[in-house]
């Protein structure tokens, strides 16, 4: 190779070599610092995930106890399935596992027994101090032909007897089939708007709504529900009509003189 070349490439070399030896190294100690910012920061974030997390199940939780009348007949009593498939019992497991560890649902159901019968026995169901009264009655008085009148008056003295003793009323609406007749069958399920539109209680417009007439849902007698029945009645038909209630009703507890006296006496003994 001729000398000048080689010369030259040598100086190209170094040259190269120079140029590397000017460029300023890593900055490792800022990339660590950013590195470690960001662990820090997602630490953090999952920190404050974890605390809300903890704070939703904490309030999800209602210790405050309370007590649920299920008033009715076979409809409520469950006739025909286990004790534990029953309304009542399906729906004090639902509440339960909704956070109100401390409600209780009393079965008064009784089959058989027409809305008159009922309101026989109001003083002593009455016994339970039920904050929330679940009335279902009037079926059996259609399947009978009572007066419609007379269901209606029944009804509205169960009503007016349970909110005298201090309980929140649902009232469950009912149908019957059109073998009573059109004229009877319209007058029977007009009561129950009425009755809620006039007493503002709570309603459930049908209480066997999306389980009537349905034979999977249904025993044989295509009258009383099964398990799986009564578990469509408590999530589709009553879970949507009673939380609004139960918070009511817990919230005017709370705030109840008795309850207040009740929290002042256990704070000066602590």
């Given at each position: 190779m001729h000398s000048t070349s080689i010369k030259h490439l040598s100086l190209a070399i170094f040259s190269s070599l120079s140029l590397m030896a000017c460029q300023p190294a890593p900055d490792t100690t800022t990339q660590d610092s950013a590195n470690q910012e960001a662990?820090?920061?997602?630490?953090?974030?999952?920190?404050?995930?974890?605390?809300?997390?903890?704070?939703?199940?904490?309030?999800?939780?209602?210790?405050?106890?309370?007590?649920?009348?299920?008033?009715?007949?076979?409809?409520?009593?469950?006739l025909g399935v286990a004790e534990q498939d029953s309304y009542p019992a399906q729906l004090e497991a639902a509440l339960h596992e909704a956070g109100y560890v401390n409600a209780k649902v009393v079965n008064s159901g009784l089959s058989g027994e027409t809305s008159t019968g009922l309101v026989n026995r109001l003083d002593w169901v009455m016994k339970t101090k039920p904050d929330i009264t679940i009335l279902t009655?009037?079926?059996?008085?259609?399947?009978?032909?009572?007066?419609?009148?007379?269901?209606?008056?029944?009804?509205?003295?169960?009503?007016?007897?349970?909110?005298?003793?201090?309980?929140?009323?649902?009232?469950?609406?009912?149908?019957?089939?059109?073998?009573?007749?059109?004229?009877?069958?319209?007058?029977?399920s007009d009561i129950y708007p009425r009755i809620a539109e006039d007493t503002g209680v709570a309603f459930i417009p049908f209480f066997l709504d999306g389980v009537a007439a349905d034979r999977e849902l249904n025993q044989d007698d295509a009258i009383h529900p099964t398990k799986d029945g009564y578990t469509i009645?408590?999530?589709?038909?009553?879970?949507?009509?009673?939380?609004?209630?139960?918070?009511?009703?817990?919230?005017?507890?709370?705030?109840?003189?008795?309850?207040?006296?009740?929290?002042?006496?256990?704070?000066?003994t602590s």
């Open positions: 662990i820090a920061q997602d630490s953090t974030a999952q920190s404050t995930n974890s605390a809300q997390n903890n704070s939703q199940s904490a309030e999800q939780t209602i210790t405050q106890p309370i007590t649920i009348l299920a008033l009715g007949d076979s409809l409520t009593e469950g009655t009037g079926a059996n008085d259609a399947m009978r032909g009572i007066e419609v009148a007379m269901i209606e008056k029944n009804i509205r003295t169960a009503i007016e007897r349970l909110q005298a003793g201090g309980s929140t009323v649902i009232l469950g609406g009912m149908q019957v089939y059109d073998n009573m007749g059109n004229e009877y069958v319209k007058s029977f009645i408590v999530n589709d038909n009553i879970l949507p009509v009673l939380k609004p209630t139960l918070a009511q009703v817990l919230d005017s507890n709370q705030s109840s003189p008795d309850t207040q006296l009740s929290t002042a006496t256990t704070a000066e």
